[in-house]
């Protein structure tokens, strides 16, 4: 049973980091590419940030490029997403997901890749 937990939202203030963590089990870690998505209220879930199973590439959405990174620590079969200069317009639930396959070559940020979710973590940003 795969089991995605994420960790670390929160309340900041415009400008503010945080550091969301999701700690996997149930699959063979280091073998799959992890990926981090994001809903607002009201809209769908888009795609924020992905890393390939050796952490070796990474993608990211225009809007978060340059203020977010994405690591993972396949020791600790967790992969990070650190939020720097944090906007409004961040807030939203944060849900880690990782890839239905493993080896994957190509990363990719559509939703229908990913097999299983976290429960998602609250990151509020207030102005």
């Known amino acids: 049973q795969v089991q995605l937990v994420e960790s670390g939202g929160g309340l900041v203030q415009a400008g503010g980091s945080l550091r969301l963590s999701c700690a996997a089990s149930g699959r063979t870690f280091s073998a799959y590419t992890m990926a981090w998505f994001r809903q607002a209220p009201g809209k769908e879930r888009e795609f924020v940030a992905v890393?390939?199973?050796?952490?070796?590439?990474?993608y990211y959405a225009d809007s978060v490029k340059g203020r977010f990174t994405i690591s993972r620590d396949n020791a600790k079969n967790t992969v990070y997403l650190q939020m720097n200069s944090l906007k409004p317009e961040d807030t939203a639930v944060y849900y880690c997901?990782?890839?239905?396959?493993?080896?994957?070559?190509?990363?990719?940020?559509?939703?229908?890749?990913?097999?299983?979710w976290g429960q998602g973590t609250q990151v509020t940003v207030s102005s």
């Open positions: 890393i390939n199973w050796s952490g070796g590439m990474t």
């Open positions: 997901a990782v890839d239905s396959a493993p080896y994957r070559f190509a990363i990719r940020s559509a939703l229908a890749a990913y097999d299983y």
